[in-house]
């Protein structure tokens, strides 16, 4: 396996532009079980059983929980999944 | 090896589900629905700092996720039904009924289950998941329709891993 040889301007341009400039918030709330949370995070975005625990845990304790970013259109997506669900899911820029 | 999900139910149970499926429903389909907490729930907002966006992706969603809950409860009654009848026929509303759920039926069963209680939820107060008032009725219906829930997130996560 070959590695190209990184050009300095091109790095300034990614750093300048980020590529993941929004995230899905998952809120915690009252009423989704646990179990309901996690089986959601693993079926919809592919998660495995330990990573969907963690987030789901991430929401319960830290009241929420960024659990995807990139771009808005994508992120919107996943809101809209999550409301399917019956999970509470906001959307935002990364950063605020 | 079966790809199905079994849920166990008695009679009772599916003559239940189905009045509060039929319940859930009407709320969403109810003149003024827009202005119900309950059906606030299910189409949450996904913008809560940016009034404009917030209405955009309402826009975009809001009947989507209303039309989802009605084919979901369609789904989920016609599975339910068999078992009420036969309940009504033998007399025999404790009787225990076996139900195998395949993929599609599976996720709604889920989905309204979790709506079902989102919607009680809003009606019994719930606002912390360990405070609630236990001599209000709807409380145990909201406790029940969790219990249902577990088990079938339970079955259907043993189903997967062995798939």
């Known amino acids: 396996m070959s590695t190209p040889a990184s050009s300095p301007v091109l790095d300034e341009q990614l750093t300048a532009a980020p590529m993941v400039p929004w995230q899905l918030v998952v809120w915690d709330d009252p009423v989704n079980l646990m179990s309901y949370v996690t089986r959601v995070f693993r079926t919809y975005f592919g998660f495995t059983e330990e990573h969907a625990t963690r987030l789901m845990l991430a929401v319960h304790h830290d009241g929420h929980a960024v659990v995807a970013s990139g771009p808005r259109e994508t992120m919107e997506a996943h809101a809209h999944a999550m409301h399917d669900y019956g999970l509470w899911a906001t959307v935002r820029k990364a950063g605020e | ?163």
């Open chain 2, 1 to 163: 090896m079966s790809a199905d999900v079994i849920v166990r139910l008695a009679g009772i149970e599916a003559q239940n589900l189905i009045v509060l499926i039929d319940e859930l429903v009407e709320v969403v389909d109810a003149e003024g629905a827009d202005a119900d907490p309950g059906v606030a729930r299910l189409t949450p907002d996904a913008y809560p700092d940016d009034a404009q966006a917030s209405a955009e992706f309402e826009q975009a969603t809001r009947a989507t996720l209303i039309d989802r809950r009605r084919a979901d409860a369609r789904i989920v009654r016609r599975t339910l039904e068999p078992i009420a009848d036969l309940a009504d026929a033998e007399d025999a509303p404790l009787r225990e009924h076996r139900l195998t759920l395949d993929d599609e039926q599976t996720d709604a069963w889920m989905r309204t289950l979790a709506a079902m209680r989102l919607v009680v939820a809003t009606r019994v107060g719930i606002t912390d998941a360990d405070e609630h008032d236990v001599d209000d009725p709807a409380f145990h219906v909201y406790d029940w329709l969790g219990y249902r829930l577990e088990l079938l997130v339970r079955a259907a996560d043993e189903r997967d891993l062995s798939r």
